[in-house]
Structures are given as structure tokens and as C-alpha cells.
């Protein structure tokens, strides 16, 4: 199975802050890999596929790059909106794995 | 539009079995495979298994090979899935997710990752 590490845990920040969340897979592949936030009560919501692909209707403050083994989400500018839990999916092989997540709060 | 709308909680005890329901509105029931996710309380997400809603094929984690069943109902777009020999450790939050991928001339593509989600069904395992 892959195993995929998130970093950091925690991660506090405030209104406008550019935050970098890092997801790291226990074996290289191409680009198969997901975000999703989450926030409590709540299903996980689909952000990016194939590493750096938005999905559509996600504000353009989000991004994502990578591949190999090191994956990154970055949210430029942060809004309000966006203090949640992520996590980080791969789709490359089965089982599919999530991250342990990366909790967002307000510093 | 898209709904996966799932069943109640339920508490049930060691040992015993439970089923969870999905039922899907507002898109063609069998053009989408389907998943199941569970999260345990406070933890993160993991997959348990897809369904091909049009033949019922599946695939199964390894690590629930032999404990779960998912199974669907084409006349009422529904879905379900059965875990058994329950522990505590399943205690967690239950979810239909649909695949991304569209089957289209008879082509049916499974891209293993989830757009739209059940609102979650919480089993709790319990003595």
C-alpha cells in the first residue's frame, strides 16, 4: 500500500497568509493525486485532481503541483472561508490512500 | 441535481453485522461507479471498496476482504453496504462517494476519486 504523510498537523495562520501543505507518498508516481477539504460535520469536498488540476468552482486561491513523491496544496491569499481540515488522496494504485490530514486554524 | 442520500445512524454490538443504504438522485445510476469511505472519530479517511452500480461488480480493500458486502438495487438507485464481525475499531462515519469517472459507449472508466459524497451514516460499535 502507499503510505501518504501529511505536513503539518496543525498548521495555524491568519487572513491572507500564503500556507503550504505538503503530502508525501512512500512510493513515486506520476500525478494521480487528490485534495479534498473538509470541515467538521461535513463531507470532504474535491479541490484539485491529477496533482494541479482545479476542480471547477474552486476559487483560484488554490493550487497544486508535484509528483514522485512530494505534493504541495497552496492557498495564496487565505480566506476566512478556508480554515478547515485537508487531506490528500492518491488514486495511482489500490487501495487508494488518503493523508492523515492537515488541520487549518486561525493563529 | 446530484444527491447520495444515506441512512441513519446506528449503534450496534460486537460482533454483529450492519447495513448501510445510499440512494442516488439526479444522474443515471448506472454511469458512475461507486466507493465507500469510512473516518473513524477524529481521524482521517479510508477507502473501503467500489461498486460497478450497472453489473455489481467490486473490489474490495484487502484489509475488509471478507468482512463487507456492497451490493446495489438498480430499480430504486440505491446502494448498500454490509460490514460484519463488527469491533470497536469500526465505530466511524460511513460514506457513499461517486467516482469522477462517466461511462459513456460503453466504456466505463473508474478515476478513484470523489466529487460528490452521502452526507454519512455514524456506526457505533458498542457493548
Known amino acids: 500500500d502507499i503510505q501518504m504523510t501529511q505536513s503539518p498537523s496543525t498548521l495555524s495562520a491568519s487572513v491572507g497568509d500564503r500556507v503550504t501543505i505538503t503530502c508525501r507518498a512512500s512510493?513515486?508516481?506520476?500525478?494521480?493525486l487528490a485534495w479534498y477539504q473538509q470541515k467538521p460535520g461535513k463531507a470532504p469536498k474535491l479541490l484539485i485532481y491529477?496533482?494541479?488540476t482545479l476542480e471547477s468552482g474552486v476559487p483560484s486561491r488554490f493550487s497544486g503541483s508535484g509528483s514522485g513523491t512530494e505534493f504541495t496544496l497552496t492557498i495564496s491569499s487565505l480566506q476566512p472561508d478556508d480554515f478547515a481540515t485537508y487531506y490528500c488522496?492518491?488514486?495511482?494504485?489500490?487501495?487508494?490512500?488518503f493523508g492523515q490530514g492537515t488541520k487549518l486554524e486561525i493563529k | 441535481q446530484v444527491q447520495l442520500m444515506q441512512s441513519g445512524a446506528e449503534v450496534k454490538k460486537p460482533g454483529a453485522s450492519v447495513k448501510v443504504s445510499c440512494k442516488a438522485s439526479g444522474y443515471t445510476f448506472t454511469s458512475y461507479y461507486m466507493h465507500w469511505v469510512r473516518q473513524a472519530p477524529g481521524q482521517g479517511l479510508e477507502w473501503m471498496g467500489i461498486i460497478n452500480p450497472s453489473g455489481g461488480a467490486t473490489s474490495y480493500a484487502q484489509k475488509f476482504q471478507g468482512r463487507v458486502t456492497m451490493t446495489r438495487d438498480t430499480s430504486t438507485s440505491t446502494l448498500y453496504m454490509e460490514l460484519s464481525s463488527l469491533i470497536s475499531e469500526d465505530t466511524a462515519i460511513y460514506y457513499c462517494?461517486?467516482?469522477?469517472?462517466?461511462?459513456?459507449?460503453?466504456?466505463?472508466?473508474?478515476?478513484?476519486?470523489?466529487?460528490?459524497w452521502g452526507q454519512g451514516t455514524l456506526v457505533t460499535v458498542s457493548s
Open positions: 512510493q513515486s508516481f506520476s500525478s494521480w
Open positions: 462517494a461517486r467516482d469522477t469517472g462517466y461511462c459513456t459507449g460503453g466504456i466505463c472508466p473508474a478515476n478513484y476519486y470523489f466529487y460528490y
Open positions: 491529477k496533482a494541479s
Open positions: 488522496q492518491q488514486y495511482n494504485s489500490s487501495p487508494w490512500t
